[in-house]
């Protein structure tokens, strides 16, 4: 169930390179959190994933650490509860893979940034011009 669940998330949910976006233990910088978790739109289980996408597309290093865990009695789903889950998660991966394609949901800051950098292309072609303009 995972091992589909882990394709779907890279295919649909377009988090690549992560082997396990469900595990319950991550850690944030500070300022990582703030942009990460104030630009979330899901709250339900597939929130990892968009979470993780979110920070691939701010650029944020994301690195997967082994750490020593230890089951603690009651924290796996019931056989049926998985499967209605699964479906759930399923269909908030194509929710985030659409709302964000079809920009119902954005990237904040990442419109400031791409205005940003065509200022600085025009201002460079600007000054390449002033130039050929003195010489």
Same mark, same amino acid.
């Given at each position: +169930?995972?091992?589909?669940?882990?394709?779907?998330v890279s295919w649909i949910g377009g988090v690549r390179d992560i082997r396990d &976006?469900?595990?319950?233990?991550?850690?944030?910088?500070?300022?990582?959190?703030? +942009?990460?978790? &104030?630009n979330l739109h899901l709250s339900r289980w597939a929130f990892d994933v968009e979470? +993780?996408?979110?920070?691939?597309?701010?650029?944020?290093?994301?690195?997967?650490?082994? *750490?020593?865990?230890?089951?603690?009695? %009651?924290?796996?789903?019931?056989?049926?509860?998985?499967?209605?889950?699964?479906?759930?998660?399923? @269909?908030?991966?194509?929710?985030?893979?659409?709302?964000?394609?079809?920009?119902?949901?954005? *990237?904040? %800051?990442?419109?400031?940034? @791409?205005? #940003?950098? @065509?200022?600085?292309?025009?201002?460079?072609?600007?000054?390449?011009?002033?130039?050929?303009?003195? #010489?």
């Amino acid at each position: +169930l995972m091992w589909g669940f882990h394709i779907a998330v890279s295919w649909i949910g377009g988090v690549r390179d992560i082997r396990d &976006t469900q595990c319950g233990f991550k850690l944030f910088s500070r300022s990582a959190a703030q +942009l990460l978790f &104030t630009n979330l739109h899901l709250s339900r289980w597939a929130f990892d994933v968009e979470l +993780l996408w979110l920070a691939q597309q701010y650029g944020i290093n994301i690195v997967e650490v082994p *750490v020593n865990w230890r089951e603690v009695e %009651g924290s796996h789903l019931e056989e049926e509860d998985t499967r209605l889950v699964s479906i759930r998660m399923f @269909k908030d991966l194509v929710r985030v893979r659409f709302s964000y394609l079809l920009g119902v949901w954005k *990237v904040a %800051g990442k419109e400031r940034k @791409k205005e #940003k950098e @065509k200022e600085e292309r025009q201002g460079v072609k600007k000054k390449v011009s002033q130039s050929k303009i003195q #010489k």
